[in-house]
Structure formats: C-alpha cells, structure tokens
C-alpha cells in the first residue's frame, strides 16, 4: 500500500487500538452492550408441558 493516495479506515472506527484479525485478540474482553431491538418474550401457557419432556 506504499504510496497509496487515500488510505483511511473502512470497517473500523478511528479511535479503535489493536488488531481484530490476530489470534491472540481478546474477544471476550470487550463490553457487551444490550441489543436495541431486543423484547423479553414471556413463555406461552402450554410451553411448560414440553420443557419438562412430556409429550401427549
């Protein structure tokens, strides 16, 4: 990339340090943020029956 006019940051934001792609790059180490779109779902009525593994 020597001498390329425009090289700048595609898939990453400016501020971020490291590497992504080396194997040795913590992935649990960052913060989880909650999903935005994400609805706790509260189970059905029936749904009980077939956690417990009875069939009918």
Sequence with gaps: FNGHPDLRNMYLPTDFEGH?????????ARIVKPWPG???????????DEEEGEAS
């Design 20 to 28: 992504p792609l080396r194997k040795d790059f913590p992935l649990l």
């Design 38 to 48: 994400i609805v706790d779902v509260e189970p059905l009525p029936g749904d009980d």
